[in-house]
Nanobody, 128 residues
Framework: QIHPMESGGGSVQAGGSLKLSCKAS????????MAWFRQAPGEERMGVAS?????????ASVKGRFTIFHDYADDADDTVYLQMKDLKPEDTGVYFC????????????????????WGQGTQVTVSA
């Protein structure tokens, strides 16, 4: 069992930055992937970015502004980060971290399938 736990949400003005963290107990870098999703008010949850090993994927709306990564300097490969820059009001929502096996995170972010382990979410609010 993997138990993702998000932190780092908050409120910023448009153009600002936030860094989200997701620590997943029992996560094993070699076999498992992690991903971020966003659910805006009144909308369905949508994929944002995924990481599996050294492979990353971003949806078009965040490419060039968001970065998903592990911080190996801290020897914390059970933690995935989402660095968000140049935030826009449309980035507002609850951000969920999720984990799965192999490339299932990539497929889920692209809208195909779901993932096995989910966090509780963290709120990000971007004001104009």
């Amino acid at each position: 069992q993997i138990h993702p736990m998000e932190s780092g949400g908050g409120s910023v003005q448009a153009g600002g930055s936030l860094k989200l963290s997701c620590k997943a107990s029992e996560y094993r870098y070699a076999r498992e992937c992690m991903a971020w999703f966003r659910q805006a008010p009144g909308e369905e949850r949508m994929g944002v970015a995924s990481i599996y090993g050294g492979d990353t994927y971003y949806v078009a709306s965040v490419k060039g502004r968001f970065t998903i990564f592990h911080d190996y300097a801290d020897d914390a490969d059970d933690t995935v980060y989402l660095q968000m820059k140049d935030l826009k009001p449309e980035d507002t929502g609850v951000y969920f971290c999720a984990a799965g096996m192999d490339y299932s995170c990539l497929r889920a972010v692209r809208g195909a399938g779901t993932l096995e382990w989910w966090g509780q979410g963290t709120q990000v609010t971007v004001s104009a």
